[in-house]
RNA sequence: GGCGCCGUAGCCAAGUGGUUAGGCAGUGGAUUGCAAAUCCGCCUACUCCGGUUCGAAUCCGGACGGCGCCUCCA
């Protein structure tokens, strides 16, 4: 697929601004974006997350180019706190829940998984797990080692801060530790507060334990990533996404680790903003959050990403009952005009005719309206209004009923191609609608209501309507005869 | 305490130094047997105080308010 000419722009957290985004090798873009940590269940800071992340992905293959898309599975338990102390919080788990650690990790791999499968979600190409990528990571602390730039003691291996001075570039920070206020204890056997863990000695009954040049233990937070990214994109790759929570210390800390061993690590640097729900931070610690299941129990998928959507992927999304429905009755409005056009098209004229001009102009300032805005930094609340904006037309051209069938499809196009091809909230029409085992019934129904309306039985006919409705079939009377629908 | 973000009409949410973003809700009308859908209207905001400017919601300073990260988190 040859490249689109684009003008994409992304924000660089490391330059704190947008750049015109130009990747590595003309037409190919590899990304790598931090993935779960599998030991308990997919919330709604992952699908702010992953949809984000799964739009931009979508595209830039829009665009043409060739994604090689990395998100790194999270089976290896890090620590449950900062002192890198405590207990490994997948081991935790797996002790509550009587399970082995590897056996846990595997369950929740599978439904972070099915979760995103259902929130309509794209799969990266590669779902690199951290248990397997131990061999790599210990050569990278080995060579950290070599360089001066870590240091062992009793089984634990430090990254050394202070030999590595463009620390903190990303973040702006240098450190968590010297302010004032409720800090935790430092670990005494760190030369310097700020350095971070490379691997830890595994102690007491510690199951998830590999053997290191340093003894039986474990890998710190930081070095899967390094290892995994570079592993399947190359010492340089173009892009790194993830929560802007795991700004700091998470990437500063792979920066520093992955350009003490080799050159370029990740060029453009994204990072989404949280979700709250009811306007309040939502937080394991707090036990406020809702998990995916939760919500796909009240809400379709492309509700949930359409409300994700429509707050730009740098702000942050607040959760509530009333904006979720505000993206359904959005939504609706959408789906009725793509439902409207494919039923235009399928008897429409296929010579030239009087509305064609009008409708191609709507179309062609939709499709540049989207594009522009997708092009600036994945502006999609903007984008959605491009699409809210060409609706009126289409409406307007639907109803004069004079456009040729091949405008009207290409009118369809934009909604498919970049509704849902790109958002992912538009469906597909046909699967929506077909296949009903009801559906000759329902029809037939209609037709019966319709002679009772002639017969001015509007008791019957309007009977008929309401029970459709409450079986969930929404009955439009229109000049043309009624037409029914499910309702989503 | 440190670093950073934000305060936009009833709600959600983009945004540029000077042409009403958009959506939801509400509301008037057209249409309809009544609805639904659709169309035509209405609802035209930018926390406050200074400053820069011919002109600022948009730039600068300050105040107040809210939030995030600094601890595992997406």
Redesign the pocket.
């Known amino acids: 697929m040859a490249l689109r000419d684009h003008a994409l722009h992304v924000h660089n957290t490391l330059s704190r601004s947008k750049e015109r985004f130009e990747p590595l090798a003309e037409g190919q873009v590899g990304i790598y974006v931090?993935g779960?940590?599998v030991y308990s269940d997919t919330h709604l800071?992952?699908a702010?997350?992953y949809v984000s992340f799964d739009v931009i992905v979508r595209y830039l293959r829009h665009l043409g180019f060739k994604v090689r898309y990395v998100q790194n599975i999270t089976d290896v338990g890090?620590?449950?706190?900062?002192a890198d102390e405590g207990e490994d919080?997948l081991g935790k788990r797996a002790r509550l829940d009587q399970m082995h650690p590897m056996e846990l990790a595997e369950t929740y791999t599978r439904l972070y998984l099915r979760d995103m499968d259902a929130l309509k979600v794209e799969r990266a190409d590669i779902y690199p797990r951290a248990s397997g990528h131990i061999s790599e990571q210990i050569n990278i602390i080995e060579e950290l080692m070599e360089r001066g730039n870590a240091y062992e003691v009793g089984g634990n291996v430090y990254f050394s801060v202070p030999s590595w001075e463009a620390y903190g570039k990303l973040?702006?920070?240098q450190s968590?530790?010297q302010?004032?206020?409720h800090?935790?204890e430092v670990r005494g056997d760190k030369k310097d507060p700020r350095d971070f863990a490379l691997w830890k000695v595994a102690e007491g009954g510690h199951i998830l334990r590999w053997k290191s040049p340093w003894g039986w233990g474990f890998p710190g937070?930081h070095v899967e990533c390094s290892a995994m990214s570079v592993k399947y994109l190359g010492e340089t790759f173009d892009i790194h996404g993830?929560?802007?929570?795991?700004?700091?210390?998470?990437h500063e800390c792979e920066i520093a680790q992955s350009n003490a061993v080799g050159d370029g690590f990740a060029r453009y640097w994204l990072h989404?903003n949280?979700?709250n729900v009811d306007g309040v931070?939502?937080?394991?610690?707090l036990g406020n959050f809702i998990t995916i299941e939760d919500a796909l129990r009240d809400h379709d998928p492309e509700t949930i990403r359409a409300f994700l959507l429509?707050?730009?992927y740098r702000?942050?999304?607040?959760y509530t009952t009333?904006?979720l429905?505000?993206a359904r009755?959005?939504l609706d409005?959408l789906h009725?005009a793509v439902r409207a056009l494919t039923e235009a098209a399928a008897s429409a004229p296929t010579d030239p005719q009087p509305g064609d001009a009008a409708l191609g102009a709507a179309t062609a300032k939709a499709d540049a309206d989207f594009h522009a805005a997708m092009d600036d930094d994945f502006?999609t609340?903007?984008a959605?209004?491009a699409l809210?904006?060409f609706?009126?037309p289409v409406?307007?051209l639907l109803?004069a009923g004079n456009a040729s069938q091949g405008v009207l499809l290409a009118a369809q196009d934009v909604f498919m191609a970049l509704g849902e091809g790109v958002l992912g909230i538009m469906g597909d029409p046909a699967a929506a609608d077909g296949g009903m085992a009801a559906d000759p019934f329902i029809d037939l129904l209609l037709v019966v209501r319709n002679e009772l309306?002639q017969l001015k039985s509007?008791e019957l006919?309007?009977r008929i309507?309401a029970d459709l409705d409450t079986n969930g079939v929404?009955?439009?009377?229109?000049k043309d005869g009624a037409s029914w629908e499910r309702r989503s």
Request: proline content about 5%; hydrophobic content about 25%; glycine content about 12%.
């Open positions: 931090c779960p940590t800071g992952h702010k997350s890090h620590l449950t706190d900062d919080k973040s702006g920070r968590s530790e302010e004032a206020g800090r935790v937070w993830g929560g802007l929570e795991n700004q700091f210390p998470h989404n949280m979700i931070k939502m937080g394991k610690s429509m707050t730009h702000s942050p999304a607040n009333d904006g429905t505000s009755n959005g409005r009725g502006n609340p903007i959605i209004a809210y904006e609706v009126k409406n307007q109803a309306k509007f006919a309007d309507r929404e009955v439009k009377d229109t």
